[in-house]
């Protein structure tokens, strides 16, 4: 197989189980998830940025030079907020208490397993030198389908729940920046996986970014819905 098929067709098994399908996406573009819900998904994406981001910083002194330039401002955006735009972990907390609660009740929420799994693997890839296996997991894992979600989400924000363009703030503005992060990871992936047995080991950890994403998004539906969201796992 050559290598160009290869990428084109690892996009499409990741994107195989896109989050357009995952009840708590559905229900919130149809205006039908609860508020509560809504609160624990806000919580849950403050530690996605305040932990898991933290940890990707950690490939920093790993990565070439070229990527740790645009690395290093993603991350820094992200964690610090820029000019134009708050944190996003910030965003995260206020388009949650836009839902119906205060601040400090987004704050306060725990972490879930499925969300400590992020910080976690992307630590582990990282003591392990896997640089590239890291920032697969969130880029070609994560962020590549974040756009889609965050675009539905805001529009379902906006429609059915009465939040402000600035309460939505949050999904705006990864609808366009984790465009541009998937395809630093997806540029970097066909760079520097060189041979057959690095492109297999950025597979899985590719796979098991947007499954430990999906998965996230299925704990919260559970507990805020009394749901059973199907889950993801490695075959
Ligand atoms: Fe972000």
Not at 5 to 10: A, I, M, R, S, T
Not at 138 to 152: Q, Y
Request: glycine content about 8%; charged content about 25%.
């Amino acid at each position: 197989m050559n290598t160009d098929q290869f990428w084109d067709e690892l996009r499409g098994e990741i994107q195989s189980q896109s989050v357009s399908h995952h009840p708590l996406y559905k229900d919130l573009v149809d205006g039908c998830l609860r508020r509560e819900t809504i609160a624990e998904l806000c919580a849950q994406l403050k530690y996605a940025v305040l932990d898991g981001i933290s940890s990707l910083s950690t490939i920093i002194p790993l990565a070439p030079r070229h990527i740790k330039k645009e690395l290093a401002a993603n991350l820094f955006g992200e964690l610090c907020g820029t000019p134009a735009e708050p944190s996003h972990w910030e965003l995260a907390l206020k388009a949650g208490a836009a839902a119906g609660y205060s601040m400090e009740n987004i704050d306060a929420r725990p972490i879930m397993a499925e969300t400590q799994l992020y910080p976690d693997t992307v630590a582990s890839y990282a003591r392990r030198g896997g640089w590239l296996e890291a920032l697969s997991y969130v880029s070609l894992g994560i962020e590549d389908m974040f756009t889609e979600f965050c675009d539905g989400v805001s529009r379902g924000l906006v429609e059915h729940y009465g939040y402000s363009d600035a309460d939505a703030f949050y999904f705006y503005v990864h609808v366009g920046a984790d465009e541009v992060h998937a395809a630093t990871g997806w540029d970097a992936a066909r760079q520097y996986a060189e041979d057959d047995d690095h492109r297999r080991r950025i597979r899985i950890a590719a796979l098991e970014g947007r499954n430990m994403w999906w998965n996230m998004y299925s704990a919260i539906y559970d507990k805020g819905e009394g749901g059973t969201a199907p889950r993801l796992s490695l075959n």
